[in-house]
């Protein structure tokens, strides 16, 4: 999947929300196209990718077919995407994704698991990459850092976040507002 059909998909679900089609929160991406494309050039169909509340990229770019997606956001699901049979999984609970990770790791299932820069700050973060490192656990954490906590700048907020296992970070500049989303050009 190329980064304008990830654009494209989620300008077609702002504009579901904006005709009211879709009656539930939605959290959109957008800025971060390239980055995710390369991290999942990684990914294997057998990984399990597990994600936040902003999954529509991950959904699309871990092989669940896009009308799956659309149709499982347009049924007020956009932020508890689902779809074990393509071992993808999310939580719309900020750091809830992170026991799940790790107890499929331990498992031994190859796991992703992506967290934005405020889960990155947490008690439960640190706990499931010291646990993560520690049991050398097939578990690759990535931090997706907008540098913003909902709307609060997270470094002032939480500091830095430092790890001693396999943690990666991209920055991406958020297009679209914290929920829902906003009035932009070209909607």
């Given amino acids: 999947m190329q980064a304008a059909e990830l654009i494209a998909f989620e300008k077609e679900v702002a504009n579901a929300f904006l005709r009211k089609e879709i009656h539930a929160p939605i959290h959109l991406a957008g800025g971060n196209e390239e980055q995710l494309i390369k991290i999942f050039s ?91 490192g520690w049991n050398q656990l097939p578990v690759t954490f990535v931090i997706e850092n907008n540098g913003l906590s909902t709307n609060s700048p997270t470094l002032d907020a939480w500091g830095p976040c430092r790890s001693p296992a396999d943690v990666r970070e991209y920055a991406y500049k958020r297009v679209y507002p914290h929920y829902g989303c906003g009035t932009y050009a070209g909607f």
């Fill in 42 to 132: 990684e990914v294997r169909p057998n990984d399990w990718v597990l994600a936040t509340w902003r999954s529509h990229y991950h959904a699309l770019l871990k092989g669940v077919p896009r009308q799956r997606v659309m149709d499982e956001i347009l049924a007020g699901r956009s932020m508890m995407l689902h779809f074990p049979e393509y071992k993808f999984l999310t939580s719309a609970l900020v750091g809830g994704i992170l026991p799940i990770a790790c107890g499929l790791a331990a498992a031994g299932e190859r796991v992703w698991c992506f967290v934005g820069d405020m889960t990155a700050s947490i008690g439960a973060f640190k706990d499931a990459i010291k646990y993560a």
